[in-house]
């Protein structure tokens, strides 16, 4: 395993508390300060006993730090429940009376962080390191933003910074991984998730974090058993379930009735269900919940006896596993996700067809996806960025999106280059009906991504400088969907490399298919 550079102190025997996390976040900043606002007052004046006027200026100068410690008060109340917007102005408030409070700045960074205000964040950390070098904390708050910023090597900096200056601290070692996770290093970060376990074997972020950068190594046996770790997070979809007992992988499920979960998200559903034909052969009957949007296609899977939609009753079973933890459960390794990949395992729904009609002369049918959900990190490529590719004579683009990005289409004046199929699509077997009629289908990193590649429908998917830990690192293909092309950002936030090779590729295609015609 490869080392990470950084200076490390000798660390006593005696282990912090453990502690769970309280989410599934993207990283874990320091409590925001509770001590008072006014240690360090640069207004204080010096007292004299023998004079009245003295006394009075000492009066005032108490009065003064009394109000700024009130700001302070309010605004770290306010901090703490929520209402940032409030938190950031009282403490604003309060420097204006006395900028020398690193305190106070470090709080109205994290608060600004927190609205997204970055530049300002950053700022504010560096006032408050002006003023409390020496202060752990503060610098690993610094790196978080930095990160978020994508600046990942002033971001290692200030994590670096933090643990010279103390590196007994969980969330200070396990933040330096995460910058390195998102310069795809999942080696150097699979270090510092270790070196943060070292100090709380509990840890479940860095728990979590680990299995994922093994995951994305490829190292499967370490990373679904480490998977497991997120029916510890917080945010967990997964519900207590006693009533019968759940799957090892190992219990003979011959004549029984077992349930598959639900949980996350649409595409995490879509990529697990290939391993239900595998339980399928072992067990008399398979109930698969989902949510309702999944309920048409899933019923395509192969070996599927009942689809239960997730929150409505479900039929009688024998024993139960989510989903996503079938992998780890069947000890699904390289070899046997490359065996099982190489075939589609969904289909439209049954008697759904569209039929579209394309214009005269059309050789490639394109389907385009160029916005998602606004995650921590937004996966979205401008559709402005197609346009030397929407004009391409012979090719006829038709939009999956089905959100308020739609109206991408419309401010940009390009209905006559891109059909609007959102008002025709209400749920995956919609979209999958839709997406058998598409010769190739240009996504970002989304739901429908998994959709065409388990349908096995040509689908190029342009993807983030940070990847997800399916991806991998450095792949232009797929271990899950043979069908995939991987087109990957050189820069953080910069689509300009990817998109261009994209289109080389296009124009090729389109060009092999309109002499072929």
């Known amino acids: 395993?490869?080392?990470?550079?950084?200076?490390?102190?000798?660390?006593?025997?005696?282990?912090?508390?453990?502690?769970?996390?309280?989410?599934?976040?993207?990283?874990?900043?320091?409590?925001?300060?509770?001590?008072?606002?006014?240690?360090?007052?640069?207004?204080?004046?010096?007292?004299?006993?023998?004079?009245a006027a003295a006394q009075q200026s000492e009066d005032v100068a108490v009065q003064r730090r009394q109000v700024i410690s009130d700001l302070f008060q309010r605004g770290l109340a306010a901090?703490?429940?929520?209402?940032?917007?409030?938190?950031?102005?009282?403490?604003?408030?309060?420097?204006?009376?006395?900028?020398?409070?690193?305190?106070?700045w470090n709080n109205l960074g994290v608060a600004l962080r927190r609205s997204k205000k970055f530049d300002a964040a950053l700022i504010a950390y560096r006032r408050a390191a002006d003023i409390r070098p020496g202060n752990a904390g503060l610098w690993s708050n610094m790196g978080n933003c930095l990160r978020e910023m994508m600046r990942f090597e002033e971001a290692l900096v200030a994590h670096k910074k933090a643990l010279e200056l103390d590196d007994t601290?969980?969330?200070?070692?396990?933040?330096?991984?995460?910058?390195?996770?998102?310069?795809?290093?999942?080696?150097?970060a699979l270090e510092y998730f270790e070196r943060a376990l070292e100090i709380d074997p509990d840890y479940v972020d860095a728990n979590w974090d680990r299995s994922l950068a093994h995951l994305a190594l490829g190292n499967y046996?370490?990373?679904?058993?480490?998977?497991?770790?997120?029916?510890?997070?917080?945010?967990?979809?997964?519900?207590?379930?006693?009533?019968?007992?759940?799957?090892?992988?190992?219990?003979?499920?011959r004549g029984k009735r077992i349930l598959l979960r639900a949980e996350q998200g649409f595409g995490d559903m879509i990529q697990f269900a290939r391993f239900v034909p595998l339980v399928a052969k072992k067990a008399g009957h398979v109930i698969l919940e989902c949510r309702?949007?999944?309920?048409?296609?899933?019923?395509?899977?192969?070996?599927?006896?009942?689809?239960v939609e997730k929150g409505r009753a479900v039929p009688e079973f024998d024993v139960h596993v989510p989903l996503l933890s079938l992998p780890h459960v069947m000890g699904i390794g390289e070899k046997d996700l490359q065996k099982i990949s190489t075939d589609s395992y969904?289909?439209?729904?049954?008697?759904?067809?569209?039929?579209?009609?394309?214009?005269p002369g059309t050789a490639l049918k394109v389907g385009l996806i160029w916005a998602g959900k606004l995650n921590p990190r937004d996966r979205s490529c401008p559709l402005e960025t197609f346009l030397p590719m929407l004009s391409a004579k012979g090719a006829a683009f038709y939009s999956f999106q089905i959100d308020e990005r739609r109206a991408d289409i419309d401010r940009l004046g390009l209905h006559a280059f891109v059909t609007d199929l959102g008002d025709h699509i209400h749920d995956f077997g919609d979209s999958?009906?839709?997406?058998?009629?598409m010769d190739l289908v240009i996504t970002i990193d989304s739901s429908p991504a998994h959709l065409a590649g388990a349908l096995g429908i040509p689908v190029w998917m342009l993807q983030l400088y940070t990847t997800d830990w399916r991806w991998m690192v450095d792949r232009s293909d797929s271990p899950w969907y043979p069908t995939m092309r991987i087109y990957r950002q050189e820069k953080p936030g910069d689509w300009s490399a990817p998109v261009e090779k994209l289109g080389k590729d296009f124009s090729t295609l389109l060009q092999a298919r309109m002499k072929s015609q």
């Not at 950031?88 to 006395?98: D, E, F, G, P, V």
């Not at 200070?172 to 080696?187: Q, S």
């Open 221 to 253: 046996a370490e990373g679904w058993a480490g998977y497991e770790t997120r029916r510890k997070l917080a945010d967990n979809p997964i519900r207590p379930l006693d009533s019968a007992p759940e799957w090892d992988g190992k219990t003979d499920l």
């Open 79 to 104: 901090h703490q429940a929520g209402q940032i917007d409030d938190a950031i102005r009282l403490y604003s408030t309060a420097l204006r009376q006395n900028p020398n409070q690193p305190d106070v």
């Open 1 to 51: 395993m490869a080392k990470a550079a950084t200076t490390r102190k000798k660390r006593s025997a005696k282990k912090t508390p453990k502690s769970s996390a309280k989410s599934k976040t993207a990283n874990q900043d320091d409590a925001v300060t509770a001590a008072s606002a006014a240690t360090t007052n640069s207004d204080e004046v010096e007292a004299s006993t023998a004079s």
């Open 432 to 437: 999958a009906a839709l997406m058998r009629e």
């Open 169 to 188: 601290v969980k969330s200070h070692t396990f933040n330096a991984g995460l910058v390195y996770r998102d310069m795809n290093r999942f080696e150097a």
């Open 292 to 307: 309702k949007e999944l309920v048409p296609i899933m019923k395509t899977v192969a070996g599927v006896d009942t689809v």
């Open 346 to 359: 969904l289909a439209p729904p049954q008697g759904k067809r569209a039929r579209l009609a394309p214009p």
